[in-house]
């Protein structure tokens, strides 16, 4: 399967307690974006790493998050503190470079669940 | 802010007959556009897109319209079948900020 992945597919997990997310972009994509999804709303972005910069956070990305792509190409997204408000689908998408394609490829996103 | 709307959250359509999707978008320094299917425990696929110098554009069964006069997205699906399915999408991306901006979502219900 050469499609984006995402690990775990689903994690659940006490308020305060840290996960990480981990995703797996598209061989040769070189743009990563990750977004958040709540039932019955469109996803909506968090973040987007072109190679291993990240060149845009949304005000949805407090300090608690904090997302990286060392060496440009896997993708972690680390929430630290967790609270209920943030159970959601977090979905992780890649592109090629726009002189290709704008498409956004998406993975099949991790389900997290804090009690 | 400005956003992606859509105005039916549910839409039911017997099998085999023609479905359309529709959308609002507010930001007209929008140059993309993108229609996405999600089933259910599945991140979002896609389907069609178009470019704000298209006002049509057609693919295998399915068509998207953009009337960037009024705002408006259309996805029209053909002779719809039980695998339609889903819940779908429009996005659409502000030209070089490179992220999209989706709406709610349209529940389509295929009936036997």
């Known amino acids: 399967d050469t499609g984006v992945s995402q690990n775990p597919r689903h994690k659940i997990t006490k308020r305060g307690q840290n996960v990480t997310f981990r995703c797996d972009p598209i061989?040769?994509?070189?743009?990563l974006y990750w977004y958040r999804q709540t039932l019955g709303q469109g996803p909506e972005f968090l973040t987007y790493f072109q190679n291993e910069a990240q060149l845009e956070k949304s005000r949805l990305l407090s300090d608690r998050f904090s997302a990286e792509r060392p060496k440009g190409s896997f993708s972690t997204l680390e929430i630290q503190r967790t609270e209920q408000g943030d159970s959601a689908m977090y979905l992780c998408a890649s592109s090629p470079p726009p002189r290709f394609s704008n498409e956004q490829f998406f993975g099949p996103g991790t389900r997290l669940t804090v009690l | 802010g400005e956003s992606v709307g859509l105005h039916l959250p549910t839409l039911s359509v017997q099998e085999g007959d023609n479905s359309i999707i529709n959308c609002a978008y507010s930001n007209s320094a929008s140059d993309y556009f993108i229609w996405y299917k999600q089933e259910s425990g599945k991140g979002p696929q896609f389907i069609i897109d178009i470019r704000s110098n298209m006002d049509k554009r057609q693919g295998q069964r399915v068509t998207v319209l953009l009337n960037k006069t009024v705002k408006h997205l259309s996805l029209q699906i053909a002779a719809t079948q039980p695998g339609d399915s889903a819940v779908y999408f429009c996005?659409?991306?502000?030209?070089?900020?490179?992220?999209?901006?989706f709406g709610t979502g349209t529940r389509l219900k295929v009936l036997a």
């Open positions: 061989s040769e994509h070189n743009r």
């Open positions: 996005a659409e991306e502000v030209s070089g900020t490179y992220k999209y901006i």
